[in-house]
């Protein structure tokens, strides 16, 4: 069964510095997504992306945050200069034109 | 308001028990419902996607109720393996998800 697949499974970074979460979504989806989950708190969307574009972001993918399809598979997120808030998993997820999306296993990201 | 909310649970049951989830939401443009299952420190995994009509899949059930923006979860038979935090979810046409907080169920033996 095809799967979302994300790496690294867990990065540690220092303040200030710049991560890229890599993504490589389900091969045939159309729609990719970031979302986050600080420890013991709800999973929230950071943004999804469509045709090569942002379709929707919201208030906590701030200009620190990037999206890109580099190429016909890799879907990334990249932050410029990393918060210790910043810590946290991060999900990345993809789906068809159908709404349920499925989600790979999440890079958990420390920042100290 | 939350734009979820869930039951916050705990739930502590035994095997064998059923259990039922409750979820509304705010947003009255939700078009998509979805019952997840969160293991810990692990990807949210789809259940089942929620209809107006209800829907079975083996031993669970969901409902949705649009005119009370309203959706459920009962678990029939409970296993041990059923032991997981369910979120409810919504998607908008954009596709985004919005996520409730999550209800943990613990299933004993």
């Known amino acids: 069964e095809p799967e979302v697949t994300q790496t690294p499974s867990h990065q540690v970074t220092q303040m200030g510095q710049e991560v890229i979460l890599r993504c490589v979504p389900i091969?045939?989806?159309?729609?990719f997504y970031w979302y986050r989950q600080i420890l013991g708190q709800k999973v929230e969307f950071l943004v999804s992306?469509?045709?090569?574009?942002?379709?929707?972001k919201s208030e906590i993918f701030d200009d620190q945050f990037s999206v890109e399809r580099p190429d016909g598979s890799n879907f990334t997120l990249k932050i410029r200069s990393t918060k210790l808030e910043d810590s946290a998993m991060y999900f990345c997820?993809?789906?068809?034109?159908?709404?349920?999306?499925?989600f790979g296993p999440g890079t958990r990201l420390t920042v100290t | 308001r939350k734009e979820v909310e869930q039951d916050p649970g705990p739930f502590n049951v035994p095997e064998g028990a059923t259990v039922a989830f409750n979820c509304t939401y705010s947003?009255?443009?939700?078009?998509?419902f979805f019952w997840y299952r969160q293991d810990c420190r692990k990807e949210p995994k789809l259940l089942m996607s929620?209809?107006?009509s209800g829907n079975e899949d083996g031993r669970f059930t969901a409902q949705l109720n649009r005119a009370s923006q309203y959706i459920s979860l009962l678990i029939r038979d409970s296993k041990l393996s059923d032991s997981a935090t369910y979120l409810c979810?919504?998607?908008?046409?954009?596709?985004?998800?919005?996520f409730g907080d999550g209800t943990t169920l613990t299933v004993k033996p």
């Open positions: 997820a993809s789906n068809q034109v159908t709404y349920e999306q499925y």
């Open positions: 091969s045939n989806h159309l729609y």
């Open positions: 992306f469509y045709n090569n574009e942002i379709s929707e």
């Open positions: 947003n009255s443009a939700s078009q998509s």
């Open positions: 929620v209809y107006s």
């Open positions: 979810v919504y998607n908008t046409n954009a596709g985004k998800s919005t």
